[in-house]
């Protein structure tokens, strides 16, 4: 694992898009794995003022994100569908059929789950951002996630929803259940660029690179992985 510790979150969005321009320069028809959440927001807002004023395009590339809520429509604000539209592909040249997220709303969420690994599969993810959750969590991967397992559903955590709840109106319609890319999913991308900011993941940020590897702590199951960067402010590496 590499880590490199900077003094901001604004100088950890600039150092992300870095690698990841690069990884767009060196292969115009990259695969990318993309995250929710506020920490990526940053590295979102840097991919779009340099399309304004650069035009590095993103026409030939694919995105796929790491999991959606059940039971939340395309059309609702909270779903990340709406998110990713809202905070960078409206203001890129992506072409929205390369763009794949699971459906929230699938009539049959198993079958969803099936299609959804399929897609993974056939699409070896170049380059995949991840943010990590205060208990651990990657993706929607929680405590006690299984390190094979491959797109699937899971219940989230209370500190989970509680976490997520500022983005709602209240914490009774943050959603019990997600569609996940499971850390199978995660493992098998080429290269991993994990990203945190502030104090409330210092404790996380610190387990993950030299507790156990865990299930408990799912973001341990990175330090397998060959090729991770992980960029976090002063305060996320406040730990170390
Ligand atoms: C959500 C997402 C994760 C994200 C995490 C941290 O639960 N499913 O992918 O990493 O929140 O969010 P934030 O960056 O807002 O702290």
Known sequence: MEVI?????????????????ESIINKPNAN?????????????????????????????VKTFNLDEYIGLSQDNEQSYFKFMRNNLFDYIDID????????????NVENECVRY???????????QVLGIGVNGHI????????FY??????????????DNARFFESKNQVPTSAITMGIKNILSCKKILLLASGKAKAKAIYEMIHGDILETMPASALRVHPNVVIIVDKEAASLL
């Open 117 to 127: 690994n399929t897609i993974l599969e056939e699409n070896i993810v170049d380059l």
């Open 139 to 146: 993706g929607f991967n929680e405590p006690g996630s299984l």
């Open 32 to 60: 990318l794995g993309l995250a929710t959440g506020s920490t990526p927001l940053g590295l979102y807002k840097e991919m779009v003022k340099e399309f304004e004023n650069s035009k590095t395009s993103y026409k030939n």
């Open 96 to 107: 929205f059929e390369n763009t794949y997220i699971p459906f929230g709303t699938a009539s």
């Open 149 to 162: 397992e491959g797109v699937h559903v899971v219940k989230l955590d209370e500190r989970t929803r509680n």
């Open 5 to 21: 510790v900077v003094d901001n979150y604004d100088k950890l969005s600039k150092k992300a898009f870095e690698i990841v321009k």
